[in-house]
């Protein structure tokens, strides 16, 4: 895969609202362990809230499916995989990141870990609102001609 190849696929597991209308993965391998993904979610989102049972779990899973999708970015950063495996693991990361969504939505387990998320988050968009502002989004600015 060349330069322009991957910076497209990490533009695209990047951008705000990448995860809208996209569906989460049926199954999925999650370090090394195959994972009804899709089932798991919403037989969790079912429930109004996590009983305190399961909050373990799905505290887990979320670690777990972070760290999957750290490293499946981090194979599309090396480059040094096919153009046609980047977008399959760039589908599978926008993919993760609609579980992770979908799971972070069911509320805060702990209140000061979803306001340094928060935070974090908003930290986020102001970065790219003062790069984009100072004309030094350089990805976007090459893909419309501009030098």
Same mark, same amino acid.
């Given at each position: 895969?060349?330069?322009?190849?991957?910076?497209?696929?990490?533009?695209?597991?990047?951008?705000?609202?990448?995860?809208?209308?996209?569906?989460?993965?049926?199954?999925?391998?999650?370090?090394? @362990?195959?994972?009804?993904?899709?089932?798991?979610?919403?037989?969790?989102?079912?429930?109004?809230?996590?009983?305190?049972?399961?909050?373990?779990?799905?505290?887990?899973?979320?670690?777990?499916?972070?760290?999957?999708?750290? @490293? *499946?970015? @981090? *194979?599309?950063?090396?480059?040094?995989?096919?153009?046609?495996?980047?977008?399959?693991?760039?589908?599978?990361?926008?993919?993760?990141?609609?579980?992770?969504?979908?799971?972070?939505?069911?509320?805060?387990?702990?209140?000061?870990?979803?306001?340094? *998320? @928060?935070?974090?988050?908003?930290?986020?968009?102001?970065?790219?609102?003062?790069?984009?502002?100072?004309?030094?989004?350089?990805?976007?600015?090459?893909?419309?001609?501009?030098?």
């Amino acid at each position: 895969m060349d330069e322009y190849e991957r910076k497209l696929l990490l533009e695209r597991i990047g951008r705000e609202g990448a995860t809208v209308g996209v569906s989460i993965p049926e199954r999925i391998t999650v370090q090394g @362990q195959e994972i009804d993904l899709h089932e798991f979610v919403f037989e969790i989102k079912r429930r109004e809230t996590v009983p305190p049972g399961e909050r373990e779990r799905v505290e887990e899973a979320k670690r777990n499916l972070r760290r999957e999708r750290l @490293q *499946r970015k @981090q *194979r599309i950063e090396a480059g040094e995989i096919g153009f046609e495996e980047g977008e399959r693991l760039a589908e599978s990361v926008v993919g993760i990141d609609r579980a992770l969504e979908a799971l972070e939505s069911l509320g805060p387990s702990d209140v000061e870990a979803e306001a340094k *998320r @928060q935070e974090a988050m908003d930290r986020k968009r102001w970065m790219n609102f003062i790069k984009q502002a100072l004309g030094r989004d350089d990805d976007s600015s090459k893909r419309r001609g501009v030098r």
